[in-house]
């Protein structure tokens, strides 16, 4: 998986400033801890490169990156201390012609479609998108899309829990940048359990775990239909729709008419991104039967399986 594909799978990437190097280890690690192993580190601080160099060696698996690059001088600095993509606030030719001789990812801030001109004209096929909510945000880069379809976006500047999900569904949009995980003021108290319970709120906003539906084994399709009948006999549940594996109650239940995945049955959890959750879920240990995988015409994850049964239970990952 390339420096992209990471990030897209992450979909966050927390954009931080380091005032005292030591403070980039725990940081880093509670950002980790949160769910998201990435950060933007900023060069608006002195001690930006030596920050980098010290999470790198503490956490060789954490992508990072260095941000707010102005020079050449600064890539060849932040190469030097481990950072893995460079991030400019706007598109200075001289720093992104460098990176791409360098052979380092860069994403350079573009504003403008003159920017996003000059960006495509070097081949490069994913741009910083800042001040995101000041220049239009998501209207503006709906509305760019159409010309330069070619150009996806990492949108940054305004957004944050309230947006990030809108930004997100859209498919030119790879992943949002922010800070409302990581503020100053929490950075410099050294309050890293809150930036880890911020990180963590901003990953579950993200994904959005709810449960779909629960799926119930039986012995055949006559009883899974007499258990779904019983249900709206019950309950009022209406059978809502029937296909060769089950009969669905409301839109909660599915009696499967036989066995089905797992001893009991299935759980099915619905999620905004199947693509994201799944790389959230494998970060965790989590391993997908591949067989169970499948993918819209776009190439998208819409559902897969975990290996593992919870209570007898087997888990698929779904679209909502």
Do not use: N
């Given at each position: 998986m390339d420096i992209l594909q990471k990030i897209e799978a992450l979909g966050i990437v927390p954009v931080v400033k380091i005032n005292r190097a030591e403070q980039a280890v725990p940081l880093c690690k509670a950002l980790c801890a949160g769910g998201l192993p990435v950060a933007e580190i900023t060069f608006r601080t002195e001690c930006a490169a030596q920050a980098i160099q010290?999470?790198?060696?503490?956490?060789?698996?954490?992508?990072?990156g260095a941000?707010?690059?102005?020079?050449?001088?600064?890539?060849?600095?932040?190469?030097?201390?481990?950072?893995q993509f460079i991030v400019t606030p706007g598109f200075n030719p001289e720093v992104v012609d460098f990176c791409l001789e360098k052979g380092i990812a860069v994403f350079p801030g573009c504003p403008t479609t003159?920017?996003?001109?000059?960006?495509?004209?070097?081949?490069?096929?994913?741009?910083?998108?800042?001040?995101?909510?000041a220049m239009?945000?998501?209207?503006?880069?709906?509305?760019?899309?159409?010309?330069?379809?070619?150009?996806?976006?990492?949108?940054?500047?305004?957004?944050n829990e309230s947006n990030l999900i809108d930004y997100l569904a859209f498919d030119k949009v790879v992943a949002c940048g922010g800070s409302w995980m990581v503020p100053g003021d929490l950075v410099e108290k050294g309050a890293f359990g809150e930036i880890e319970r911020l990180t963590r709120s901003a990953v579950q906003k993200m994904l959005g775990f709810e449960i779909k539906h629960v799926g119930i084994n039986t012995e055949s399709p006559a009883a899974g239909l007499a258990a779904a009948r019983r249900f709206e006999t019950l309950f009022g549940w209406k059978l809502t729709g029937e296909t060769e594996g089950g009969v669905f109650c409301d839109r909660h239940i599915e009696v499967i008419k036989g066995r089905g995945r797992g001893e009991m049955g299935h759980i099915g959890v619905a999620c905004n991104f199947p693509?994201?959750?799944?790389?959230?879920?494998?970060?965790?240990?989590?391993?997908?039967?591949?067989?169970?995988l499948s993918y819209d015409a776009k190439g998208k994850l819409t559902i897969g399986y975990l290996k593992e049964t919870i209570a007898g239970f087997a888990i698929h990952i779904a679209s909502k």
């Open positions: 010290a999470a790198r060696a503490a956490l060789p698996d954490m992508l990072l941000g707010t690059v102005l020079t050449t001088g600064q890539v060849q600095s932040a190469m030097e201390a481990g950072a003159s920017d996003m001109e000059q960006a495509i004209a070097r081949g490069l096929k994913v741009v910083k998108f800042f001040p995101a909510e239009g945000g998501l209207k503006f880069i709906k509305a760019v899309s159409a010309p330069y379809g070619q150009l996806k976006f990492m949108p940054t500047g305004g957004v693509h994201r959750a799944k790389a959230y879920l494998e970060a965790l240990g989590a391993e997908f039967i591949p067989e169970s």
